[in-house]
């Protein structure tokens, strides 16, 4: 009797284990059985170095048989590895962008630097197959490479665009909805985003401050990660609502799930979201999403659910219909569902594979 052939081998290379990554990966690992995962990531720190670094970083690390196929994220400097790394040289690498550099905003204190998008365009030559989380990541990431080489004063061959745009695709990570508990408070609404200047936290306090001024009752679950101390429109969120923040922490997951499974309304404020996980998350879950007008939520959410981008007076005037009239009706969020997206995973890799 003949064996079962083995599963093949995948690498999974991962340089920047931030949450989102971090999730993405396990649920590869938990979903997609017909391989073998063999995992390599880095922690989520340290951004320019792990960026730059993680070839180096995975010196000696790496197994010395080559695998049957890489699937790495836009953070892994796919080329440089593959130059270190003779004997993977030849084998098929699947760049799969969560990001992309070319759109994301710059910080006030950040230094222009063009390093991070040439890692990110080398690899992606490097690759066989470039997967993208939003068409909007594909799109700046296109138009970034293009606005890029056009800067360039002579050397860049013809075709560079158009190689990229041909092996791309749009793959989003797909969304496992939480339970829904029935037991919703219509007044309750929920921020589950870093305060960071790229979710321009301002906005979202402005339009909170408007909403108590004008009398409108309301209560606010406070779940984004935020810093020690924290920053200054944390706190003037906190001064400004009082008791009227009913959560304000970093919860665990399961008491997190119970919170967004009773919120009535998620707003964004960001500038920079090419998927927005926790948005369509708790949009699965039953809130109502009040977004930007931009990034990647077009695609996602009908007009009614968006308001103009930076515009506190736009999203004040929506959350204060909202709670005073009633909520619009739940948006579907199947085409982003496990059972829609992991055939399309699973038939990727096996495609990959032959």
Same mark, same amino acid.
């Given at each position: 009797?003949?064996?079962?052939?083995? *599963?093949?081998?995948?690498?999974?290379?991962?340089?920047?284990?931030?949450?989102?990554?971090?999730?993405?990966?396990?649920? $590869?690992?938990?979903?997609?059985?017909?391989?073998?995962?063999?995992?390599?990531?880095?922690?989520?720190?340290?951004?320019?170095?792990?960026?730059?670094?993680?070839?180096?970083?995975?010196?000696?690390?790496?197994?010395?048989?080559?695998?049957?196929?890489?699937? *790495?994220?836009?953070?892994?400097?796919?080329?440089?590895?593959?130059?270190?790394?003779?004997?993977?040289?030849?084998?098929?690498?699947?760049?799969?962008?969560?990001?992309?550099?070319?759109?994301?905003?710059?910080?006030?204190?950040? =230094?222009?630097?063009?390093?991070?998008?040439? =890692?990110?365009?080398?690899?992606?030559?490097?690759?066989?197959?470039?997967?993208?989380?939003?068409?909007?990541?594909?799109?700046?990431?296109?138009?970034?490479?293009?606005?890029?080489?056009?800067?360039?004063?002579?050397?860049?061959?013809?075709?560079?665009?158009?190689?990229?745009?041909?092996?791309?695709?749009?793959?989003?990570?797909?969304?496992?909805?939480?339970?829904?508990?029935?037991?919703?408070?219509?007044?309750?609404?929920?921020?589950?985003?870093?305060?960071?200047?790229?979710?321009?936290?301002?906005?979202?306090?402005?339009?909170?401050?408007?909403?108590?001024?004008?009398?409108?009752?309301?209560?606010?679950?406070?779940?984004?990660?935020?810093?020690?101390?924290?920053?200054?429109?944390?706190?003037?969120?906190?001064?400004?609502?009082?008791?009227?923040?009913?959560?304000?922490?970093?919860?665990?997951?399961?008491?997190?799930?119970? =919170?967004?499974?009773?919120?009535?309304?998620?707003?964004?404020?960001?500038?920079?979201?090419?998927?927005?996980?926790?948005?369509?998350?708790?949009?699965?879950?039953?809130?109502?999403?009040?977004?930007?007008?931009?990034?990647?939520?077009?695609?996602?959410?009908?007009?009614?659910?968006?308001?103009?981008?930076?515009?506190?007076?736009?999203?004040?005037?929506?959350?204060?219909?909202?709670?005073?009239?009633?909520?619009?009706?739940?948006?579907?969020? *199947?085409?982003?569902?496990?059972?829609?997206?992991?055939?399309?995973?699973?038939?990727? $890799?096996?495609?990959?594979?032959?």
């Amino acid at each position: 009797m003949h064996e079962p052939a083995a *599963a093949p081998v995948v690498w999974l290379l991962s340089a920047y284990r931030a949450e989102s990554h971090a999730a993405w990966a396990e649920w $590869l690992q938990r979903r997609v059985t017909s391989v073998d995962w063999r995992v390599f990531e880095l922690p989520g720190r340290h951004f320019r170095w792990r960026i730059r670094g993680n070839p180096l970083s995975w010196q000696g690390v790496l197994p010395a048989e080559p695998p049957a196929l890489i699937v *790495a994220t836009s953070m892994v400097d796919l080329a440089t590895l593959k130059g270190l790394n003779p004997r993977i040289a030849d084998v098929p690498a699947i760049y799969y962008f969560h990001e992309n550099q070319f759109a994301y905003p710059r910080g006030e204190r950040q =230094v222009e630097c063009i390093e991070p998008q040439m =890692v990110q365009l080398y690899g992606a030559l490097a690759a066989q197959r470039l997967l993208f989380n939003s068409a909007y990541n594909r799109d700046t990431f296109l138009d970034g490479v293009d606005a890029l080489l056009r800067k360039m004063p002579d050397g860049v061959p013809p075709g560079v665009l158009t190689a990229l745009a041909d092996k791309s695709t749009v793959l989003p990570v797909p969304l496992t909805a939480p339970p829904g508990t029935g037991a919703r408070d219509a007044r309750l609404l929920l921020w589950n985003h870093r305060w960071e200047y790229d979710k321009a936290p301002g906005v979202f306090v402005d339009a909170m401050q408007r909403l108590v001024s004008a009398g409108v009752a309301f209560r606010l679950a406070v779940l984004g990660a935020r810093s020690e101390p924290p920053q200054a429109e944390l706190i003037r969120l906190r001064q400004v609502l009082g008791e009227r923040i009913v959560v304000d922490a970093m919860l665990p997951r399961d008491d997190y799930l119970r =919170v967004v499974a009773g919120a009535a309304i998620v707003v964004s404020t960001a500038i920079h979201e090419f998927q927005g996980l926790a948005v369509m998350e708790a949009t699965a879950a039953g809130c109502r999403p009040l977004v930007p007008d931009a990034l990647c939520y077009p695609e996602q959410y009908p007009a009614a659910y968006r308001y103009p981008t930076g515009d506190a007076v736009a999203l004040y005037e929506h959350l204060r219909g909202w709670l005073d009239v009633g909520l619009p009706p739940p948006v579907d969020m *199947a085409a982003w569902s496990e059972s829609t997206l992991l055939p399309q995973w699973s038939g990727l $890799l096996a495609d990959s594979l032959r």
